[in-house]
């Protein structure tokens, strides 16, 4: 584990390093005291307090995986982080497809994954996750749709102190999906999805449609029931109306 008290971003600075041909072994993880400039996805940015939130990246090598499988790592770590939580936290936490991470309505987490491939062969991965930990004041346009662990445990937590167990987490469910719990990890993600089997709005091209969330192809495109005729959507094809 790598610590650093002040980075624009965790993610940058693993590629930067990977780039460099810098030899960091498969686990290491960075971590930012302060990340000031973190980013989520579809270029979103993600704002923490400094001190107050996990902020890490951390390096794969699944090589074990065709590219074509991309989302079956999202799928494991998105349900590792969401397990996670729920040790800690002893409420339900959910995954809003992609992979953001909701306890209720709000939003306590968030996971950016980078591939990095080469030609036809995966050659890394760099996972980005922040997680709301002991920040309770959030900026104006998200402060009702934000949550903290210290929100729901009414207490501190030391933030360093909790990677250890999260990365454990994230190991096994890791090490499940490298031994080709394939099926496995996908039907674990599903059962975990933020809405679903439940009746919502949702965006498809500036239009607002009402449909009830199936589930998520192998691909990772997400399902939507419209009164029983079944459509599948890119991240960039529909948004969840909240």
Same mark, same amino acid.
């Given at each position: &584990? =790598?610590?650093?008290?002040?980075?624009?971003?965790? $993610?940058?600075?693993?590629?930067?390093?990977? /780039?460099?041909?810098?030899?960091? !072994?498969?686990?290491?993880?960075? &971590?930012?005291?302060? %990340?000031?400039?973190?980013?989520? #996805?579809?270029?979103?940015?993600?704002?923490?307090?400094?001190?107050?939130?996990?902020?890490?990246?951390?390096?794969?090598? !699944?090589?074990?995986?065709?590219?074509?499988?991309?989302?079956?790592?999202?799928?494991?770590? /998105?349900?590792?982080?969401?397990?996670?939580?729920?040790?800690?936290?002893?409420? /339900?936490?959910?995954?809003?497809?992609?992979?953001?991470?909701?306890?209720?309505?709000?939003?306590?987490?968030?996971?950016? =994954?980078?591939?990095?491939?080469? *030609?036809?062969?995966?050659?890394?991965?760099?996972?980005? =996750?922040?997680?709301?930990?002991?920040?309770?004041?959030? !900026?104006?346009?998200?402060?009702? #749709?934000?949550?903290?662990?210290? #929100?729901?445990?009414?207490?501190?937590?030391?933030?360093?102190?909790?990677?250890?167990?999260?990365?454990?987490?994230?190991? %096994?469910?890791?090490?499940?999906?490298?031994?080709?719990?394939?099926?496995?990890?996908?039907?674990?993600?599903?059962?975990?999805?933020?809405?679903? $089997?439940?009746?919502?709005?949702?965006?498809?091209?500036?239009?607002?449609? /009402?449909?009830?969330?199936?589930?998520?192809?192998?691909? *990772?495109?997400?399902?939507?029931?419209?009164?029983?005729?079944?459509?599948?959507?890119?991240?960039?094809?529909?948004?969840?109306?909240?």
């Amino acid at each position: &584990m =790598i610590t650093l008290q002040r980075i624009p971003s965790t $993610n940058d600075y693993l590629k930067e390093a990977l /780039s460099k041909s810098t030899p960091l !072994p498969e686990g290491t993880v960075i &971590m930012a005291v302060d %990340q000031h400039d973190g980013r989520g #996805q579809k270029g979103t940015v993600w704002q923490s307090e400094p001190g107050k939130n996990l902020t890490i990246s951390l390096l794969l090598t !699944p090589t074990f995986l065709d590219p074509k499988q991309q989302f079956a790592l999202t799928a494991a770590i /998105s349900f590792a982080v969401a397990r996670w939580l729920e040790s800690l936290t002893h409420v /339900s936490v959910k995954i809003k497809w992609p992979n953001d991470i909701y306890i209720g309505d709000r939003k306590i987490g968030g996971i950016l =994954i980078e591939n990095i491939l080469k *030609g036809k062969s995966w050659k890394s991965a760099v996972i980005g =996750i922040g997680i709301n930990i002991n920040q309770t004041i959030f !900026p104006a346009g998200i402060q009702h #749709q934000a949550t903290s662990v210290k #929100q729901i445990l009414h207490k501190d937590c030391q933030v360093s102190e909790l990677l250890p167990d999260l990365c454990k987490h994230i190991e %096994q469910e890791y090490i499940a999906l490298k031994s080709g719990r394939f099926d496995t990890t996908l039907a674990d993600y599903k059962q975990k999805l933020y809405r679903l $089997n439940e009746l919502h709005p949702y965006l498809v091209e500036g239009i607002n449609v /009402s449909g009830v969330l199936r589930g998520v192809t192998e691909t *990772g495109r997400l399902q939507i029931d419209f009164n029983g005729h079944l459509v599948d959507f890119d991240i960039k094809e529909i948004a969840f109306v909240i």
